[in-house]
């Protein structure tokens, strides 16, 4: 990472560092205090150690010794609590950038979700923010305590022989630089048993989320291999990382080695010629063990905060991807609502490209109060057009307005709280029957709950289920037929009480006797309000006010039933195709008739 970007990345934490300031001054406090005693030690030991060596007598031995134990138990008490202090912050603060990251990802409109992997999504929510976490902890605990810790040490050192500290200190820039060596080395082990871990667990979710097609296409054999190379790779890369990480305490144990060799030498000598006594020997010795566990963790520390800076940079990359839908500032809200809705010259392409146009020239008004039927070959764009409505997309070409009112002028929640659409491939949550119906109206009490699961016709099938409305449904329950998801989200829909309702092929898995009762429930429902209906079936279409064919994204036939259906075009061949569809049915049932008979 360069410095720029390091710097960028920790500017970018400067509100957050501000938010717990308090904390921060208070834990560089107890570190240097805790920098303070960790110096004290060795003088400490080396003035008891003189008192014996100078047969001072037991009294003042022992006065001398409980000064040492005691900075030594104050040091590792101060110790203690920087850690806990500066550790508890750090986690403090990754649980506010946590959530600002949750509310920004909720801001971003759909289209953003189709051009980043959810899996990347997740990985930067967990393992990125761990990463920066262990940067603030960790890392600045380290990195702040380090200078001090070598300034203070290296000055009494050389308050008591420069030429030994000199000389002892020679080999720890070479320590410096192994460690950091050590440190990439042992990160990008630990970063690849990470990745090895992702992909097993990717293809875990996969195999069993598609058990159904790995069974039906008897791919277990394959799967398996999959499996096998995954876990293979994964065991090499703990190999690896266990090899690499054993490495570092030996390094730990050999570097003092060295050192102390040079202590031992050139201090042993030193004593030998009087120019250095023996406690001042020890005191050398004693500094020298303390400072290698610092020194030897100085490249884990630095690998710590180059992947917290760099993963700093990759949450700052959503947080700074604008959601291109949101509320105008100063959007307001029409007082009085009626429902109208109007398309004007509108263009509409996902891209932005104008070679690539979804929808072409729409100009379309749908009275307050009425039934719009939309219809047309698949890929036609029929879902992008109603998608709109609820400004799911942006429209930049031509205009979208309610009651009049520009949608981009619409206040985006106000706007949302007047709509209550259906998707196409309704989700359901792995939660109860009854909170999946409530879930946009938390509110709701089993009556209305009741009241709309009965409206969708789904009463039956809850009668069925295990637990009624309290059995879980969805990846970590009972699993609903394509039908009685469709009727839940309906249901869902329903409970809204919401003055427009947008059904996507809603209801293209419910038999037809189903939903011509559910159409007589909604026509009852929704009497006075504008209702848009996505469908194939004539049967859903023929009683709307209004139809329109969409070919190629362009409106290709418009006006209601019997006009549609007698004028030779896209909707007349749908209408005899279904009918022919329905007489062969019903041949079909007399002769199973005739034959059971
Ligand atoms: P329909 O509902 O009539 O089947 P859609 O509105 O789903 O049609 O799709 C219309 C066209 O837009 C199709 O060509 C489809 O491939 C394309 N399309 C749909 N969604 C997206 C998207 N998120 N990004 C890019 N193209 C899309």
Known sequence: MSQRGARGALAYLRPYFANHQREYILGAGSVILYVALFAAGPPLFGWALSAVLQGLGTEVILGRVAWFVLVALASACV???????????ARSIEYELRNDLFVHLQKLPQAFYFDWPTGDLMSRCVNDLNSIRLMLGVGIVNILQAPFLYLASIAVMISLNPTLTLLSLTPFPLFILLARGFGRVN???????????????????????????????????????????????????????????????????????????????????????????????????????????????????FA?????????????????????????????????????????????????????????????????????????????????????????????????????????????????????????????????????ISYGSPNSGMEEISRAASAARLMGDIDELPRRFATVVGERGVMLSGGQRQRTALARALALRRPILILDDTLSAVDSQTESAIQGELGSLYKGKTVIVVSHRVSSLKDADQIIVLIDGAISEQGVHDELAAGGGWYSRMVRAQALEDEIQLLDGAGGEVSDG
């Open 304 to 436: 710590i905060v180059q992947r917290g800076t760099a993963s700093i940079e990759r949450i700052q990359e959503v947080l700074d991807t604008e959601p291109s839908i949101k509320s105008r500032i100063g959007a307001s809200s029409p007082a009085a609502f009626s429902g109208e809705i109007a398309f004007q010259n509108l263009n509409f392409s996902y891209t932005g490209e104008e070679k690539s146009l979804v929808l072409k020239d729409i100009n379309l008004d749908v009275p307050a109060g009425s039934v719009l039927g939309i219809t047309g070959p698949v890929g036609s764009g029929k879902t992008t057009l109603v998608s709109l409505i609820p400004r799911l997309f942006k429209v930049s070409d031509g205009m979208v307005s309610l009651d009049g009112v520009d949608l981009n002028e619409w206040d985006l929640s106000d706007l949302r709280k007047n709509i209550a659409m259906v998707p196409q491939d309704p989700f359901l949550f792995s939660m109860s029957v009854a909170d999946n």
């Open 79 to 89: 110790r203690f609590f920087s850690r806990t202090f500066l550790f508890n912050t």
């Open 187 to 301: 990160h990008a082990a630990n970063l690849a048993v990470q990745e090895g871990l992702g992909r097993l667990s990717n293809q875990v979710q996969e195999s069993i989320s598609g058990i159904a097609l790995v069974k039906a296409y008897a791919m277990e054999g394959a799967t398996q291999r999959k499996f096998e190379s995954a876990t293979e790779s994964l065991y090499r890369r703990h190999v690896r990382l266990v090899r690499v990480s054993s490495a570092i305490p030996t390094m730990a144990r050999l570097l003092p080695g060295l050192t102390m060799w040079i202590v031992l030498w050139f201090g042993g000598r030193a004593v030998q010629g009087g120019q250095m006594d023996v406690a001042e020997f020890f005191v050398f010795a004693l500094y020298i063990h303390q400072l290698t566990f610092p020194t030897v963790i100085i490249g884990w520390v």
